[in-house]
C-alpha cells in the first residue's frame, strides 16, 4: 500500500524560530493535508492542497503541494509556545474514495 | 467549532468487557465515518469505513467481529470493541465527511484495559 515519509521525527526549537517538515511519498495523490493533534485530543485541520504546485498559506502556516505530486512541505513561521503538538500530513487518492494515508508525524517542541 | 463528536472521551474498564464508542456528526449528515486507532508516539492507522445503512468495510487485519461497527443513521457510527483484553487500549478516533471537505475528526476516546 501507499507510504508516506514524513520528517524529521522530532524537533526542539526557540520561539521565534522558523520551522520546516515535509513529506514524501512513493504513489502520486490528488489530495494533500496537514493536521495537528494536541495531546488527547483528534487530529485538527490546518491545510489542504489540491493541486499540484499548490502554495497556501494559513496565518504563519504556508504548505506546497509539491509539483511531482508525490510531496508536501509545511512551514511554520515565528514559532510560539501553542505551536507544540504533532503534525502530521496525510494524502488522500481520487480512486481510494475519502481515504486518508497518514505520515508518521512530526513532534514539535518549541522552548519559550 | 466542533463538527464531529465523540463519547465517551476515556474509558477504563476490566478485561472482558464490551465497550461501545460513538462517533456523531454535529449539524451534518456523514454518509461516511472512518475509525482510527493510535497507539502512544505513532501515527493514526485507519480501521475501518463505516457506511450508513451498509456494512462496514475493514482494513487488512482489522478482525470485524472484535470491532462492531454499525451506522445506522446519517449522524451516527459506533465501534463496539467486543470481549475487550488489554492489547486493544488504545487511543481510538473517528472522523466524518462533510460534503466535499477533508475529514474532520472527534476528539478521541482513551481507553484502557485493565
Known amino acids: 500500500g501507499q507510504q508516506l515519509n514524513q520528517s524529521p521525527q522530532s524537533m526542539f526549537i526557540q520561539e521565534g524560530e522558523d520551522v520546516s517538515m515535509n513529506c514524501t511519498s512513493s504513489?502520486?495523490?490528488?489530495?494533500w493535508l496537514w493536521y495537528k493533534q494536541d495531546p488527547g485530543e483528534g487530529p485538527v485541520l490546518l491545510i489542504a492542497l489540491y493541486k499540484a504546485g499548490e502554495l497556501t498559506s494559513n496565518g504563519r502556516l504556508t504548505a506546497q503541494f509539491g509539483i511531482t505530486r508525490k510531496d508536501s512541505f509545511l512551514n511554520i513561521s515565528a514559532s510560539i509556545p501553542s505551536d507544540v503538538g504533532i503534525y502530521f500530513c496525510a494524502g488522500q487518492l481520487k480512486t481510494s474514495g475519502s481515504r486518508l494515508t497518514f505520515g508518521e508525524g512530526t513532534q514539535l517542541t518549541v522552548n519559550p | 467549532g466542533a463538527v464531529v463528536s465523540q463519547h465517551p472521551s476515556r474509558v477504563i474498564c476490566k478485561s472482558g468487557t464490551s465497550v461501545k464508542i460513538e462517533c456523531r456528526s454535529l449539524?451534518?449528515?456523514?454518509?461516511?465515518m472512518f475509525w482510527y486507532r493510535q497507539f502512544p508516539k505513532q501515527s493514526l492507522m485507519l480501521m475501518a469505513t463505516?457506511?450508513?445503512?451498509?456494512?462496514?468495510?475493514?482494513e487488512q487485519g482489522v478482525e470485524k467481529d472484535k470491532f462492531l461497527i454499525n451506522h445506522a443513521s446519517l449522524t451516527l457510527s459506533t465501534l463496539t470493541v467486543t470481549s475487550a483484553h488489554p492489547e486493544d487500549s488504545s487511543f481510538y478516533i473517528c472522523?466524518?465527511?462533510?460534503?466535499?471537505?477533508?475529514?474532520?475528526f472527534g476528539d478521541g476516546t482513551r481507553l484502557s484495559i485493565l
Open positions: 463505516s457506511n450508513e445503512g451498509s456494512k462496514a468495510t475493514y
Open positions: 504513489s502520486i495523490f490528488n489530495t
Open positions: 449539524d451534518f449528515q456523514a454518509t461516511t
Open positions: 472522523s466524518a465527511i462533510r460534503g466535499g471537505q477533508p475529514q474532520h
